[in-house]
C-alpha cells in the first residue's frame, strides 16, 4: 500500500540494476521479489502494525529490502548504524524498541524481541493513523541526542513524482535523513544505488570509476579531504555530472577551487534536517554559496537572520524533548541565514556563531580564509570564554608539510589580518596533525 508505487517502478524496470554492492549488480527484479520474502517473514514473526523495530544496518540489498517491507507493514523504524557505537542501549531505550533486526558483514539478518513496551503518544498517534513511522536520533555532538518521529507517509509523498534517473553513491549514512533521501529518491527513479563499505576519498572515488557514477552526495569536510590528499588525481572521474554537498556550512575556498578542478560538474548545495525532510534547492551558480531551497510541501521564512521552515514531512515531534514548533506551526531551525531575494546563505548554527564583544563571527567563514594560507591543509574555527569581549575566536589549523609551528601560526595570524575584520582574527592558532572529523563527515568542533 504505502510502497506499492515504489514497487510499479521496479516491476517496470525489472532487468535494470537497483543496487550495486561490493561490486555485485542487485536487479529491481530481485529486489521485488525479496520484499515479497520479508514481508512474509515479517508476518510469520508476528510483528504487528505499529511496532518499533530497530534496523541496524548500512545501505545493503537485504537491508533495502526489509526497510521497505516493514513499511509496508506499517512499523515505526528506527535506522541505526555501526556508527551510533556505545549510544546504542540509549537510543533503544529512548524509542522504547520491541524488535531489534541487524545485518551481519554477510547481509544475514537476526531478529531478536526486545522486553519493551513502546507507548509514547507519538507511537499512539500513527497508529491511530495506521501509517509507518521512522525515528531519527540528532548526532548529538552539543548535548543529548534528540529521537525526531515522522510519520513516513509525509516523507514518501514527495517521491511519488517521477525525476531523473541516475547512478548514486549512497554516501550518507542508513541513519540519516540525508541517507533515506537519497535511497528513496534514486529508487523511485529507476536509478542505480552504489554502495560504499569504505567511505574515504579513495574508497569512495574508486566505486565513481569502477561503477561510472553520476551524481554524489556528500559533505563540504569530505570533498576538502579529497583535494588535501589529491585522491581525484587517481580516479576517472569523467562519469560524474553532479555534486551535491550538505550538513554543513560550505567554505567559499574549498567550494572555488573544487570548481575550478571540475568546471563541467556541477555543484548544488542542498537543506534538509531530520526535523523536516530535505528541502529541494537551486544553488545560484556551481561556484555560489547562494541557493534557493523550498519546493512543493515547504515554506520557509527568515525571522531576526533565523530559518523556519513549515513542511508537510515534518516529524511529529521529539520522543525525548519538547516541540521545537513556534506557536504558528513554523519550525525554528537554529540556521543563521543571510536573505537576497529568494537566495539564501547559510551561515552556520546560531549555537556555533562566536560573539566577540558583541560582533558575531561565523566559523565557516574564518576557515575558508584559513584554507588560503599557504601551507595550511585543514582548518576549524571554534570560540572560547574571555571575562573581556565575551568570546575570543580560536583556531586549529593542519600542514600539507613540515613547518616550525611558530613560523605557521605567524603567517596564519598575518594571513588572517590582512583579510578579517579585527574581531574574527583567531586570538588563539594552534597547529595540529589533522583537523578532526566525525563519521558521518562533518568538522568536529571543540566543545
Not at 394 to 422: F, G, M, N, T
Request: hydrophobic content about 40%.
Amino acid at each position: 500500500m504505502f510502497v506499492d508505487f515504489l514497487k510499479s517502478t521496479f516491476a517496470e524496470h525489472r532487468d535494470a540494476e537497483a543496487i550495486v554492492w561490493r561490486d555485485r549488480p542487485y536487479s529491481y527484479g530481485w529486489l521485488l521479489e525479496r520484499i515479497g520474502f520479508w514481508s512474509e517473514r515479517v508476518a510469520a514473526e508476528r510483528i504487528a502494525p505499529g511496532t518499533v523495530v530497530a534496523l541496524e544496518a548500512d545501505f545493503s540489498p537485504n537491508a533495502v529490502a526489509l526497510l521497505l517491507a516493514l513499511i509496508e507493514a506499517r512499523s515505526i523504524l528506527v535506522p541505526l548504524t555501526a556508527a551510533v557505537g556505545a549510544k546504542k542501549p540509549e537510543f533503544l531505550d529512548v524509542a522504547q524498541v520491541e524488535w531489534e533486526l541487524s545485518l551481519d558483514a554477510d547481509d544475514e539478518v537476526r531478529l531478536a524481541r526486545r522486553e519493551a513496551a513502546a507507548a509514547h503518544p507519538l507511537y499512539a498517534e500513527l497508529r491511530r493513523r495506521g501509517h509507518p513511522g521512522l525515528v531519527l536520533f540528532s548526532s548529538g555532538s552539543t548535548g543529548k541526542s534528540k529521537a525526531a518521529v515522522h510519520d513516513l507517509v509525509g516523507i514518501l509523498e514527495k517521491f511519488h513524482a517521477r525525476r531523473h534517473a541516475r547512478r548514486t553513491i549512497a554516501f550518507l549514512m542508513f541513519d540519516h535523513i540525508g541517507g533515506i533521501n537519497t535511497m528513496l529518491y534514486t529508487l523511485s527513479n529507476a536509478g542505480c544505488m552504489v554502495t560504499v563499505e569504505d567511505r574515504s576519498p579513495d574508497g569512495v572515488l574508486r566505486a565513481v570509476e569502477k561503477h561510472r557514477v553520476e551524481l554524489l552526495p556528500t559533505s563540504p569536510t569530505f570533498l576538502n579531504l579529497v583535494l588535501l590528499g589529491e585522491a581525484h588525481r587517481r580516479h576517472d572521474l569523467s562519469s560524474l555530472q553532479l555534486v551535491t554537498y550538505g550538513t554543513e556550512p560550505m567554505p567559499e575556498s574549498t567550494l572555488r577551487r573544487f570548481h575550478e578542478l571540475f568546471p563541467r560538474i556541477e555543484l548544488l548545495q542542498t537543506y534538509g534536517l531530520s526535523e523536516v525532510g530535505i528541502l529541494r534547492s537551486k544553488s545560484k551558480s556551481s561556484d555560489s554559496l547562494w541557493v534557493k531551497v523550498g519546493g512543493e510541501g515547504f515554506e520557509t521564512r527568515v525571522v531576526d537572520g533565523i530559518l523556519q521552515i513549515k513542511s508537510r514531512s515534518a516529524m511529529l515531534g521529539y520522543l525525548n524533548a519538547p516541540s521545537p514548533f513556534a506557536e504558528d506551526g513554523w519550525f525554528v531551525t537554529g540556521d543563521a541565514v543571510q536573505q537576497e531575494g529568494e537566495y539564501l546563505r547559510i551561515l552556520g548554527r546560531q549555537s556555533e556563531i562566536i560573539n566577540v564583544g558583541g560582533q558575531k563571527v561565523y566559523p565557516a567563514e574564518v576557515e575558508s580564509v584559513l584554507q588560503g594560507v599557504p601551507n595550511v591543509a585543514g582548518a576549524v574555527v571554534y570560540g572560547e570564554p574571555n571575562p573581556i569581549t565575551g568570546s575570543i575566536v580560536c583556531a586549529r589549523v593542519s600542514l600539507h608539510s613540515d613547518e616550525d609551528p611558530k613560523e605557521a601560526i605567524r603567517r596564519v595570524k598575518q594571513h588572517c589580518r590582512e583579510r578579517l575584520q579585527p574581531f574574527a582574527v583567531p586570538v588563539k592558532v594552534t597547529v595540529v596533525e589533522q583537523v578532526e572529523h566525525t563519521e558521518r563527515f562533518k568538522k568536529r568542533r571543540p566543545l
